[in-house]
T-cell receptor, first 117, second 114 residues
Framework: AQKITQTQPGMFVQEKEAVTLDCTYDTSDQSYGLFWYKQPSSGEMIFLIYQGSYDEQNATEGRYSLNFQKARKSANLVISASQLGDSAMYFCAMSSLTMNRDDKIIFGKGTRLHILP | DTAVSQTPKYLVTQMGNDKSIKCEQNLGHDTMYWYKQDSKKFLKIMFSYNNKELIINETVPNRFSPKSPDKAHLNLHINSLELGDSAVYFC?????????????FGPGTRLTVT
């Protein structure tokens, strides 16, 4: 069975510093995808970044990068130059890529990030 | 311009009532989902539909019945509401079935059962 683990329930980081949110996963699938979502206090779920298990390079999207270490089964999110608006709940997620219609995304329990001015 | 919309945004009701939440997406996606986010923020899939066909049905009580009249709409009807149904319900869509593509979420419906 697939499992996502986020071990940091909460983090406090000074504005402008880089922050790393940890995510480890467990799966027996050879092909899978990893996602990060942001949920601000307003409640919406915002897609941030995606990494495929066969992608050789780490994914990057602006200030977000995904530090993918396949052997360690980790997919940490790195936010560079943090901003006050980055304060939110962050969810790591994964899915199988069997291309079956019943592939589904499973989510970790989230990490609440607080950016301090 | 809203990609995935849900109504209502807030829903307060008493135990035993029946209520519906509506979801619409204007992205042309084939697949739509319902998720439940509990008070501890844990997000779990409930259902998925692909072109009006039910694909994923997790272990959800029979009181929850999704309906997809067309691929742009996925509604959730809940019968005999219970206190434990209080949660935020998110609708989402993706351009194809399977989860290799990002899912676009609606704003959520906060359901409170008293």
């Amino acid at each position: 069975a697939q499992k996502i683990t986020q071990t940091q329930p909460g983090m406090f980081v000074q504005e402008k510093e880089a922050v790393t949110l940890d995510c480890t996963y467990d799966t027996s699938d050879q092909s899978y995808g990893l996602f990060w979502y942001k949920q601000p206090s307003s409640g919406e779920m915002i897609f941030l970044i995606y990494q495929g298990s066969y992608d050789e390079q780490n994914a990057t999207e602006g200030r977000y990068s995904l530090n993918f270490q396949k052997a360690r089964k980790s997919a940490n999110l790195v936010i560079s130059a943090s901003q006050l608006g980055d304060s939110a709940m962050y969810f790591c997620a994964m899915s199988s890529l069997t291309m079956n219609r019943d592939d589904k995304i499973i989510f970790g329990k989230g990490t609440r990030l607080h950016i301090l001015p | 311009d809203t990609a995935v919309s849900q109504t209502p945004k807030y829903l307060v009701t008493q135990m035993g009532n029946d209520k519906s939440i509506k979801c619409e997406q204007n992205l042309g996606h084939d697949t739509m989902y319902w998720y439940k986010q509990d008070s501890k923020k844990f997000l779990k899939i409930m259902f998925s539909y692909n072109n009006k066909e039910l694909i994923i049905n997790e272990t959800v009580p029979n009181r929850f019945s999704p309906k997809s009249p067309d691929k742009a709409h996925l509604n959730l009807h809940i019968n005999s509401l219970e206190l434990g149904d209080s949660a935020v319900y998110f609708c989402a869509s993706s351009p194809t079935s399977g989860s290799s593509y990002e899912q676009y979420f609606g704003p959520g419906t906060r359901l409170t059962v008293t």
